[in-house]
Every structure is written in structure tokens, then in C-alpha cells.
């Protein structure tokens, strides 16, 4: 840890938290007021640090108790932590913004960082992001390393949001010291307690040097994914536990190399999950949890005429709610897995309690839930059988614009301003995560918008990324329109066809769609003000995602050339702006 820094600035537990209502949060680095000693002998060791609420403590901490617990075990190199929260009957009522682990190490010793085999490099040190040495950007996170006190630096952009990473490769990350050599990892063996589901993004691994375990974060989601309690409200929930992981390297070997058995330990931390060894009575053993499995096929008689497997469909368990609503779940557990080639698919060690079973499918759009609510008991062994998701379709498709996988990732993504590069993005199929890339949209088209046309436009290369608004000055932005060209032999002015448009961000953006009428007053079709992903301040690819069908009659469409007028009117600011997932145009039923 650092040594520099005060004794509770080195690792510590903490949350930000507000009273309902309320938007600013309260910082809160989580400190026990009660000391046990839970379990002790010559192979293991466990402690707890609790800390109780009464209303003695209103408005001053979070209405919650809180018991942290840490865990040693003989032959194990390293320690696990986790945390129990209870928000009891009849205490006020609050919203968490976040809660994690956070481990600050001594920036004199760790200056290579590790998330995955194409994510590791020698970073920056606290000092090259203040002035005189970094220079601001567009906000507080991003700075340019100008005079970095390791020289090979100089020129970089460095932002913690750059080593952001989905929940479901987010299982491994820390630092090495080349002397002494050590690493200094973070392993999360499973994502059940992590809000979200499996690809929201959090927070890793930044300069500092930082390592965090994230429970809980609105990051790439905004206020949807913050948990609000309300007056009364029981909430339970076991966060963890983690493994932080100590390695060395004394046989003269490469340092670097403490990266790979840092990854062979973290196969060894998942094998074991759930822990047989953490000792409180909230966190469920194997012999408690539940098994669920089936196979899952989709029905889309426009593509064929048999049912098709759901190959590598993301298949989980979450709270009970409406289709779709596990990405916007942040109370409960989470339990996910990948189906097989065939749509089967088996989730183990499942938490005992009410869920509902959720869906979807890499290559269709929408969302499938199971009608049933299925209860979880433990040592259930649950058959499904095969369950059928019908994905949103009205006609066959008379054109489509991307693929629908959630992420703008096939897109053009633009290389960066030169003057603004982290050269471990350069050539890197991360290579959105490049700093600047919404000032790239201005440089492409400086006069007039994106224009794509079907059957000539290849979405590789002419669909950019997000839609973004223009600058024209330092201080101010222009709406956007794109346009979708489109020919029609014949029209059936009677008839509906239909318009399906999947977001895979919206950052306090709307989307306008008009048909054959820029200069429509009202759209044919809005979606209002959504979305607070920030993602494309942050470099993510994806934040939440929205799907939108739009009914189109044939009546605003022409025999001919057709032009579909997509308008993102909101611009106050350059993060504000659209990432389109998948459009595509439906011809009317039967036709």
C-alpha cells in the first residue's frame, strides 16, 4: 500500500451515497465501530468490521448495516474480502451510487498495469496528470502527458475510463513492480453480486497506482442503474467476496510474466466459487444454491422455416420484472451464462430465491423473458426443456444497416487526433477507446451530414460510430441529421411497413425520424429525451440499450428514392449523441 498516503486512504471499502431526492452524494470510506474475531485456527482466519445504523444517525451515514469481512488461509497467497449491507424495516429511505473495494499501492514500485493479454502497459504516474506536467482536456478524468516524468510517455492521453471493462471479462486486473517483483491483483470469481448484468462496464485498474473491486456504479448507464431504497424498504445483499492476489517472481524470469499466473489463479478462484470457507450464514455454500438449464431457440419463420439454435445467446437469471429489465436490475443477483452451439445452456449455483429467466440473442434484436417466475431452492436441479424466443418481425427485411449485437463496435471508428493518442489503442480492436473521437465526426463532414445509401454504402466504413453533434467553435454545437437512402419499385400506400431501430447508447439525446420530409414540423416518430450512458465521453462502445419499432405507413413513402431523416436536435454539449446498434426496414406483413 501506499505509504505516503493516511492509513484509510490505502485500502478501503466505500460508497457514495444521498438522501432520496437528493443529487449530491456523500463520500463514504466505511469504517467498522465493533471488532470480531468470527473464526481462528492454524488453517484459516476470519474478522469482521461492523458498523450498525440507529436513528440517532440520521442524514449524518448511510441508513445501513454494514459487517466487512476479511479472510486468511494457510498456503493461500493473498486475502478475501466481502461485505454484508442491510437496510432494515422502517429506516429512511436512500439511493447508493456506488459502493466497491478500492486499493491505492505505492507509486514508487507499480508502474505496469494488466487487464487483459492486449491491455497492459508501463502507465503514468500520479504526478504527470497536474500541471505543469499533464494538461486538462475536456473533463477532469483526461489528461495529456506533457512533460511525464518517464519520457516515453510524453504525448499520450491517460483516463481511467480508457481500462473500463464489461463484467464478463472483468475477472482479473492489478499491477507489477519490477523491484522487488511482485504483482498486486484484484479477482472477482464471479458477477452475481455486480449490478447490470454481463456487459456493463465498470471501472479497473488507473493511475494512481489504482486497483478497484466495483459492486455497484451507474457508470455507462447513469441514474437507472443507481439503487433507490425506499422508507421501510428490506434490502439484504452479500457483495463478494473478492480475492486480492500477491505473486513474485524471484527465479530472474520476466516480471511481466507474474500476468500470466495471475490469470491461472483466477481459473483456480472460479473453479472454487462459491466459497466453501466464508463462514457468514448470508452467503450461500453449494449445497444451498440452485441449477437451472434447457435450450433456447429462435422463431423467425422470415429467415426460415424451422426454429433456430440461439448459438451463443446470453442467458441469466434476475430479480423479477418486465422483458428486458435485468440491465437496469441493481438490488438483487445476477446469474449468467453463454449458451452452446445448440441454444442449451445450464446455470449453476444459483441463489436461493424468486427470478425471472432473461435472454437475447447475438444476431436478433429485442429481448426474451420466460412468462413463469421460477423459484430457486436449494439443491434445485430445474429442466426447462427448449423455450422459444420469437424476436420482433412484422415483414420480410428489405434492407438492414449493422449487426445486431448491442455494440456499435462494427462501425467506423475513426483513428484519433494524433495529438491525442494512448498508443496501446493503435491498431487494437479496443481502438474506440482512443480519446477525442467525437471531434473526428466535424473533420469527416464539415459542411453537411452523413449521408448512407443502400446498396452502395457499406456500414464499415460510411456509418460512423455515434451520432454526434458538430462543433463549429470552441463553445458551440450543431444538431445532427443523418440520412438513409433507400429505393422502392413499388409501394403499397395502404399498407404498414415497419422500422426497427436498436441504440446501443443514448447520452441525454433524442432521436427524430422523419420519412421523405426534413422540414416536417413534427417527426413521424421520437423517442424524447433518453439515456445517460455518457458513453461516448467514456469510450465505451455500448451503454444501455433501447429498441424502437416504429410503425411506417405506406403512405409517407414513394415509388423511387426514399430518404429517411434521422435528427438528434439536442446540443448543448459534444457528448450529447446516439449509438445506433442495428436499424433495419420491414416490408408489410405477408408481402
Request: proline letters at 6%.
Amino acid at each position: 500500500m501506499e505509504i505516503l498516503n493516511k492509513e484509510d486512504k490505502r485500502g478501503y471499502w466505500d460508497l457514495v451515497w444521498s438522501k432520496l431526492g437528493e443529487r449530491t452524494g456523500i463520500f463514504d470510506v466505511i469504517k467498522g465501530t465493533e471488532f470480531r474475531i468470527i473464526y481462528q485456527d492454524e488453517n484459516q482466519a476470519e474478522v469482521s468490521f461492523v458498523r450498525t445504523w440507529d436513528p440517532s444517525l440520521e442524514g449524518k451515514a448511510v441508513p445501513l448495516n454494514i459487517d466487512k469481512r476479511f479472510i486468511v488461509l494457510r498456503g493461500s497467497s493473498g486475502f478475501y474480502t466481502y461485505g454484508i449491507y442491510e437496510h432494515q424495516e422502517g429506516w429512511p429511505g436512500f439511493s447508493m451510487v456506488e459502493t466497491r473495494v478500492a486499493f491505492k499501492l505505492r507509486k514508487d514500485k507499480f508502474h505496469y498495469m494488466a487487464l487483459a493479454d492486449d491491455r497492459k502497459r508501463i502507465m503514468p504516474m500520479p504526478e504527470d496528470r497536474v500541471p505543469p506536467r499533464g494538461q486538462q482536456l475536456a473533463y477532469p478524468e483526461a489528461v495529456l502527458l506533457v512533460d511525464p516524468i518517464n519520457p516515453d510517455l510524453r504525448g499520450e492521453v491517460d483516463d481511467k475510463y480508457q481500462y473500463s471493462c464489461e463484467n464478463q471479462y472483468n475477472n482479473v486486473h492489478g499491477w507489477i513492480s519490477f523491484d522487488p517483483p511482485i504483482g498486486f491483483w484484484q479477482i472477482t470469481p464471479s458477477d452475481e453480486f455486480r449490478t447490470g448484468g454481463p456487459v456493463k462496464q465498470n471501472l479497473t485498474s488507473h493511475v494512481g497506482p489504482t486497483m478497484l473491486a466495483m459492486f455497484l456504479s451507474g457508470h455507462y448507464a447513469g441514474d437507472d442503474l443507481t439503487p433507490k431504497f425506499m422508507t421501510g424498504e428490506y434490502w439484504k445483499k452479500v457483495h463478494g467476496p473478492v480475492f486480492m492476489y500477491l505473486n513474485s517472481s524471484w527465479d530472474g524470469s520476466d516480471p511481466t510474466l507474474l500476468w500470466e499466473d495471475a490469470k491461472v489463479q483466477m481459473m483456480i478462484e472460479k473453479e472454487s466459487w462459491p466459497y466453501c470457507f466464508a463462514l457468514s450464514d448470508d452467503f450461500q455454500k453449494t449445497e444451498q444454491r440452485g441449477c437451472i438449464s434447457g435450450r433456447l431457440l429462435v422463431r423467425d419463420r422470415y429467415l426460415d422455416d424451422a426454429d433456430l439454435y440461439a448459438t451463443s445467446a446470453y442467458v441469466g437469471l434476475a430479480l423479477p420484472g418486465d422483458v428486458g429489465s435485468w440491465q437496469r436490475e441493481c438490488k438483487g443477483y445476477q446469474f449468467w451464462c453463454r449458451a452452446e452451439d445448440d441454444g442449451s445452456f445450464c446455470i449453476r449455483n444459483i441463489v436461493a430465491g424468486d427470478y425471472n429467466l432473461y435472454a437475447w440473442v447475438p444476431g436478433f434484436i429485442g429481448d426474451y423473458k420466460l412468462d413463469a417466475k421460477l423459484t430457486i431452492s436449494s439443491g434445485d436441479d430445474i429442466y426447462l426443456g427448449d423455450l422459444v424466443y420469437e424476436p420482433p418481425r412484422d415483414g420480410p427485411t428489405m434492407w438492414e444497416i449493422g449487426i445486431p449485437d448491442r455494440s456499435a463496435s462494427e462501425f467506423f471508428v475513426p483513428d484519433p487526433n494524433p495529438n491525442y493518442v494512448n498508443r496501446l489503442y493503435i491498431n487494437h480492436p479496443d481502438r474506440f477507446r482512443q480519446y477525442g473521437l467525437w471531434e473526428r465526426y466535424a473533420e469527416l463532414y464539415p459542411d453537411s451530414d452523413l449521408v448512407y445509401t443502400i446498396g452502395q454504402s457499406d456500414y464499415t466504413t460510411d456509418w460512423f460510430f455515434a451520432q454526434v453533434n458538430r462543433r463549429t467553435d470552441q463553445s458551440t454545437y450543431q444538431p445532427t441529421t443523418w440520412q438513409i437512402k433507400f429505393n422502392l419499385d413499388s409501394v403499397s400506400p395502404n399498407s404498414t411497413y415497419k422500422f426497427r431501430v436498436a441504440l446501443a447508447s443514448s447520452a441525454n439525446a433524442e432521436l427524430q425520424v422523419r420519412f421523405n420530409n426534413q422540414d416536417r414540423t413534427a417527426p413521424h416518430f421520437t423517442t424524447g429525451l433518453i439515456g445517460k450512458d455518457n458513453t461516448i465521453a467514456r469510450h465505451g462502445i455500448h451503454g444501455l440499450y433501447w429498441l424502437f419499432n416504429i410503425d411506417v405507413s405506406g403512405a409517407w413513402l414513394v415509388q423511387g428514392m426514399n430518404t429517411i431523416y434521422l435528427k438528434q436536435p439536442r446540443n448543448q454539449s459534444p457528448f450529447q449523441g446516439l449509438m445506433y446498434d442495428y436499424l433495419r426496414m420491414e416490408g408489410p406483413s405477408g408481402s
